[in-house]
């Protein structure tokens, strides 16, 4: 049973628009919450983070919303460049702070910003 | 900063053999690594937890008398494929992360991988 799961499999944006990327995950006890980038042979770059005492936070052109009630967060990335082509994993932990960092990733979806 | 290196970035060996790979922090001390399994199309799956001078904390699943972990030091992590193979092939990454900066636990910053073959 997945945890975290990420529905679209691949995303195509226009330079310079909004990409929007959604997670949704099932388990309550989930608290914490990582978008991570990754490009083909290499390892994940983390990106954002967000913890469950919050509903949005912001870095530069990345943005992460959180909506418990609806167990969805998404990433924003305004403006979209092709620089910001790659896989986008959303990430869930469970328990803050004292945690042992197992973080459970979603399947990741395929972001195309094209010029 | 916090940047995680690892070697090497791909191998190749023959079924039966072992191969090590290796995991550093370059630029802080990881109190914790992890060490992620990659299949292809799949997303990435937590094998083991490291902390320095301590005993691996495996996930289910994963056999620890196959894949060996060594967390020596605070900057150097290693992963030991014992008598690969040809199922073994994937990707391996492992990531870092530190309390002793002021951050979580979960804030894990990730190494660029190492492609396994086994033939």
């Known amino acids: 049973d997945q945890q975290v799961k990420q529905n679209s499999p691949s995303l195509s944006v226009q330079e310079g628009r909004i990409s929007i990327l959604n997670c949704d995950y099932t388990?309550?006890?989930?608290?914490?919450f990582l978008w991570y980038k990754k490009y083909p042979a290499e390892g994940p770059t983390f990106l954002i983070s967000i913890s469950s005492i919050k509903d949005k936070n912001e870095d530069g052109r990345f943005t992460v919303f959180l909506n418990k009630s609806a167990k969805h967060l998404s990433l924003h990335i305004v403006p979209s460049q092709p620089g910001d082509s790659a896989v986008y994993f959303c990430a869930a932990s469970k328990s803050y702070g004292g945690s042992q960092g197992n973080l459970i990733f979603g399947k990741g979806t395929k972001l195309s910003v094209k010029p | 900063g916090a940047v995680v290196s690892q070697h090497p970035s791909r191998v190749i060996c023959k079924s039966g053999t072992s191969v090590k790979i290796e995991c550093r922090s370059l630029?802080?001390?990881?109190?914790?690594m992890f060490w992620y399994r990659q299949f292809p199309k799949k997303s990435l799956m937590l094998m083991a937890t490291s902390n320095e001078g301590s005993k691996a904390t495996y996930e289910q699943g994963v056999e620890k008398d196959k894949f060996l972990i060594n967390h020596a030091s605070l900057t150097l992590s290693t992963l030991t494929v014992t008598s690969a193979h040809p199922e073994d092939s994937s990707f391996y990454i492992c990531?870092?992360?530190?309390?002793?900066?002021?951050?979580?636990?979960?804030?894990?910053?990730f190494g660029p991988g190492t492609r396994l073959t086994v033939l």
């Open positions: 388990n309550s006890m989930f608290d914490y």
């Open positions: 990531s870092a992360s530190s309390i002793l900066a002021g951050k979580t636990v979960d804030t894990q910053y």
């Open positions: 630029d802080f001390q990881a109190t914790t």
